[in-house]
Structure formats: C-alpha cells, structure tokens
C-alpha cells in the first residue's frame, strides 16, 4: 500500500479503533482517518453497566488507548463528527460539517443504538438508557443517590446494571416479558439459575410482565405494568436490546439485513467497503451463515480482521463467538452459539455456582459457558468446533477432561 492512499474509519467505537491500530502495526503508511460521533475518544463499554458505573474505576480505565495515541501513530481522530451520506460510486463520504473525503478503502464500524420503548410516558425525565459512557455517568449519578431504581429488561445490560445497583444498595425491581431472565440467549434452566442469583440478592423479579406505561409529573415516579402493578421508583432503565446503525450503508445502496452484510473476509456488497463490530452481520465459515455478534470480544478481533484484508490479506475471518458478564460474585464465559437445542448438560452443580454448561443438538456441542470456572475456554471452543458426538456422561464429569472429549488436532487445532 502507497502511502497516497486513504483509509476511512466511520465509527470511533473499539472495532474502529483496533482497526486503525492495526493498519499501523501492519505497516500502512497511507492517511487514516477515524471519524467518532461522540466527543470521547474510543472506549470499551463492559466497563459502563459494571466496574465504571459503580465508580470502582475511572474514565481512563475505559479508552481503548492513552489520550497521545492517535496523534503519535499519525491518525486523524475527527471527533464529533459523522459521515452524512456515503457515495461508493465515486469513493467518497459527506462528513455532517460539509467536508467531502475521498477514501481508497473505508470500514463501517458505526455500532448500535438501545431500542425505544413506545409507551406512554416514555419521554418522562428519569427514563434511562446505557450506550455511551456519558449515558453511564449520568447513571452512576442517580446511583449514588440511592433509592429505588425498575429496570425493563432482563437481558445482558440489564442484569448487570440491576446488579451494579443492588451492590450500590438501591432498591431494584426487573421487569421483562419472558418467564426468565436472559431466555432468549441461555433459554430456561440458565435464565432460571439467573433468576435465583438476582434474588438472592435481593432483586424483585417480575418476570411475563411488561409495561404499560410510565407515570410521573414531568419526571418518572412510578411503572405501571401490563399484570397490573404501580411500581413506585425513582428512575428507570430501559434495556431491550440493541439495532444496528446501518441508515447511511443502506442509504448508499449497500446490502443490509439486521446489519451491514459482509462476507468472510468483511468486505461489503460494494468494492472498497468492509464493515465490522455491532454493525456487521458477516458470513461465517464454520456456521455456514450470516450472524452478527454484538459483543466485546467480536469487536477486539473484528476490527483488526477488516483492517488487515483492507490491506489485501484476504483473512477468513471465523473466530466463535463469545462473550462474558459479570455478576455480584457470578462470572461467566460464553462460547459458540445456540439457537436451538436438545438439552443442557450440567459439569458441576449450579447451586455451587461453580459449573460449566452444555447445550448439545443431535449429540453434538453447539455452546458452553463456564461459571466460575477458567480457563477452560480454549477446549470448550475444540470442543464446539470438533463437531464431536458426545455422550453425556463423560461431559458431565469433571474427571474426564474436556481435552480428551475433543483432542488437539494435527497443526493445533481441533
């Protein structure tokens, strides 16, 4: 690569920014640009729902890199800005400042947004969502002040904040739709495990409810739920799940669907553009299909993959899926992904809250995620990717070792 080329980063998020580390460490000496919608440099957002938001951390603790960084490796960080339109035509982007950028190759990295909810009341001061970490300081505010706290939404960001406020002392309830907490990814018997977590420390869970509306005089004080309940409370936080910001791929003429859809090396429907993080929804290899992942690890590796086939490797990119949460003493590692199985096999006793679970279709592993224990993600992932047959028995007890249930392979790997 010629150092009079430009490479566009649109999305000042991790992918974004691993992307433009990458390009430097790979030896590209062309123009980066990394343009951010926020006025933060990168961040990671783990950190926002847990550790940031109790304030057990600072605000350095969350950038991807030191504040010198950009300027040292020559990267322009356009902070504050976002590309208004797109032209693959003629490779060029419209930044919201009228500044018209040429580029030689460009990355969407653009990210997610928290679904709205459409309820009355819904725009009442007091009604919260956690993206970004000025949403996360704005958060840790109102739990500093204590009091009682509804959170709408059993999912990943809303079990943790409702855990980061309970350790903080508030009053929580959970409100969500589903009969437990985290179904839709973990489904019954871990949604359940879940639940009891929740409970015991204290959390009230109202689960198959949802909400009606949301009361209050200018601010909200209550939550009023399809079972019937007035929930008093002194805020609310909304997490129901995430949609990819694709209005400007799509605008451009770019394939969408659930995502900006890129194949295994992420290279989008036209040429010239890769897209990466939240925002992609990329052909897999060893799942045969487009998925998207919305999840940290996806964006540490996704970024660095599309940079490196922007500089013409041509790179497969096939890691398994993964992710972790933390809660009060609960840690967890998930990896691979199941949408459907036959059952759930248990290595250790949930109730220890030391365990590792399976979910198996057709005798095969298609998940595990380990609680409480580690390291242990490396044989889980042979272990998926084997497509071994399994028998229960031998998963299940912990003396057999997961190495010996999916050997290392010839060259590493299984």
Same mark, same amino acid.
């Given at each position: 690569?010629?150092?009079?080329? @430009?490479? #566009?980063?649109? !999305? *000042?998020?991790?992918? &974004?920014?691993?992307? =433009?580390?990458?390009? /430097? +460490?790979? %030896?590209? $000496?062309?123009?980066?640009?990394?343009?951010?919608?926020?006025?933060?440099?990168?961040?990671?957002?783990?950190?926002?729902?847990?550790?940031?938001?109790?304030?057990?951390?600072?605000?350095?603790?969350?950038?991807?890199?030191?504040?010198?960084?950009?300027?040292?490796?020559?990267?322009?960080?356009?902070?504050?800005?976002?590309?208004?339109?797109?032209?693959?035509?003629?490779?060029?982007?419209?930044?919201?400042?009228?500044?018209?950028?040429?580029?030689?190759?460009?990355?969407?990295?653009?990210?997610?947004?928290?679904?709205?909810?459409?309820?009355?009341?819904?725009?009442?001061?007091?009604?919260?969502?956690?993206?970004?970490?000025?949403?996360?300081?704005?958060?840790?505010?109102?739990?500093?002040?204590?009091? @009682?706290? #509804?959170?709408? !939404? *059993?999912?990943?960001? &809303?079990?943790?904040? =409702?855990?980061?406020? /309970? +350790?903080? %002392?508030? $009053?929580?309830?959970?409100?969500?739709?589903?009969?437990?907490?985290?179904?839709?990814?973990?489904?019954?018997?871990?949604?359940?495990?879940?639940?009891?977590?929740?409970?015991?420390?204290?959390?009230?869970?109202?689960?198959?409810?949802?909400?009606?509306?949301?009361?209050?005089?200018?601010?909200?004080?209550?939550?009023?739920?399809?079972?019937?309940?007035?929930?008093?409370?002194?805020?609310?936080?909304?997490?129901?799940?995430?949609?990819?910001?694709?209005?400007?791929?799509?605008?451009?003429?770019?394939?969408?669907?659930?995502?900006?859809?890129?194949?295994?090396?992420?290279?989008?429907?036209?040429?010239?553009?890769?897209?990466?993080?939240?925002?992609?929804?990329?052909?897999?290899?060893?799942?045969?299909?487009?998925?998207?992942?919305?999840?940290?690890?996806?964006?540490?590796?996704?970024?660095?993959?599309?940079? /490196?086939?922007?500089?013409?490797?041509?790179?497969?990119?096939?890691?398994?899926?993964?992710?972790?949460?933390?809660?009060?003493?609960?840690?967890?590692?998930?990896?691979?992904?199941?949408?459907?199985?036959?059952?759930?096999?248990?290595?250790?006793?949930?109730?220890?809250?030391?365990?590792?679970?399976?979910?198996?279709?057709?005798?095969?592993?298609?998940?595990?995620?380990?609680?409480?224990?580690?390291?242990?993600?490396?044989?889980?992932?042979?272990?998926?990717?084997?497509?071994?047959?399994?028998?229960?028995?031998?998963?299940?007890?912990?003396?057999?070792?997961?190495?010996?249930?999916?050997?290392?392979?010839?060259?590493?790997?299984?």
């Amino acid at each position: 690569m010629t150092n009079d080329q @430009t490479f #566009v980063i649109a !999305g *000042a998020s991790l992918a &974004g920014a691993k992307a =433009a580390e990458t390009l /430097r +460490t790979e %030896g590209f $000496d062309g123009r980066v640009v990394l343009i951010g919608a926020e006025d933060e440099r990168p961040y990671e957002r783990p950190p926002l729902s847990k550790e940031y938001l109790r304030g057990e951390v600072g605000r350095e603790k969350v950038y991807v890199h030191d504040e010198g960084f950009y300027a040292s490796h020559d990267i322009e960080l356009r902070l504050g800005r976002t590309v208004a339109s797109l032209s693959p035509s003629n490779s060029e982007l419209l930044l919201d400042d009228g500044e018209r950028m040429r580029y030689d190759r460009l990355l969407l990295t653009t990210g997610a947004e928290p679904r709205r909810l459409s309820v009355p009341g819904s725009e009442l001061d007091g009604v919260m969502y956690l993206r970004t970490v000025e949403d996360s300081d704005a958060l840790r505010g109102r739990l500093e002040h204590g009091g @009682t706290v #509804v959170v709408v !939404g *059993a999912g990943w960001i &809303g079990c943790e904040v =409702a855990a980061s406020a /309970r +350790t903080l %002392g508030l $009053d929580v309830t959970v409100l969500d739709p589903l009969t437990f907490p985290l179904e839709r990814v973990l489904g019954s018997e871990l949604g359940a495990f879940y639940r009891d977590v929740h409970a015991d420390h204290g959390v009230r869970m109202l689960t198959s409810t949802g909400v009606e509306a949301f009361e209050g005089d200018g601010a909200v004080g209550r939550v009023r739920t399809t079972g019937g309940h007035a929930l008093e409370c002194d805020f609310v936080v909304v997490g129901v799940g995430v949609k990819p910001r694709t209005g400007l791929a799509a605008h451009a003429g770019l394939g969408v669907d659930d995502g900006v859809l890129v194949d295994e090396h992420l290279r989008a429907s036209v040429p010239g553009v890769f897209a990466a993080g939240d925002v992609a929804r990329a052909h897999h290899p060893f799942y045969g299909e487009p998925i998207r992942v919305e999840h940290w690890a996806n964006a540490l590796d996704q970024g660095p993959a599309a940079a /490196r086939n922007m500089l013409g490797r041509d790179e497969p990119y096939d890691r398994l899926p993964y992710f972790f949460s933390d809660q009060y003493d609960v840690g967890m590692e998930y990896s691979g992904l199941a949408r459907s199985w036959d059952r759930v096999v248990f290595r250790g006793d949930p109730a220890s809250r030391e365990f590792i679970a399976f979910w198996v279709a057709d005798d095969r592993v298609v998940a595990g995620m380990n609680v409480n224990v580690w390291d242990v993600t490396d044989p889980i992932q042979r272990l998926i990717r084997s497509r071994a047959a399994v028998d229960d028995r031998r998963l299940a007890d912990p003396d057999v070792p997961l190495d010996d249930l999916a050997p290392v392979q010839e060259g590493g790997v299984a």
